[in-house]
């Protein structure tokens, strides 16, 4: 059974940081790429960032560029976010899923979705 699970989420100040990480068992994913989303009470999931198969290649939401880096262990079949400089707007539940459809940066394009793990910025 395909699982990723979502952890290193909390309640941080603004201007603070967090590491989030997703473990994957059950497949290993490396030949594909991995990626963050976000999903704010009332608002739609919304992509964050992604990284190719080998860690080569990133792609950030405009909205996080330069403030989060995201990162991976194919060893461990684990993906990485680093949170910098977070702000109240980047309050919501994180989740990492794989880019089984390679359609691009789209809720519609990942698949195998973790259970989210929430971060809470305070002002």
């Known amino acids: 059974q395909v699982q990723l699970v979502e952890s290193g989420g909390g309640l941080v100040q603004a201007g603070g940081s967090l590491r989030l990480s997703c473990a994957a068992s059950?497949?290993?994913?490396?030949?594909?790429?991995m990626g963050w989303f976000r999903q704010a009470p009332g608002k739609e999931r919304e992509f964050v960032a992604s990284?190719?198969?080998?860690?080569?290649?990133?792609y950030y939401a405009d909205s996080v560029k330069g403030r989060f880096t995201m990162s991976r262990d194919n060893a461990k079949n684990t993906v990485y976010l680093q949170m910098n400089s977070l702000k109240p707007e980047d309050t919501a539940v994180y989740y990492c899923?794989?880019?089984?459809?390679?359609?691009?940066?789209?809720?519609?394009?990942?698949?195998?979705w973790g259970q989210g793990t929430q971060v809470t910025v305070s002002s």
């Open positions: 899923a794989v880019d089984i459809r390679q359609k691009g940066p789209t809720v519609g394009s990942y698949e195998y």
């Open positions: 059950g497949r290993t994913f490396s030949s594909y790429r």
């Open positions: 990284i190719s198969w080998s860690g080569a290649s990133t």
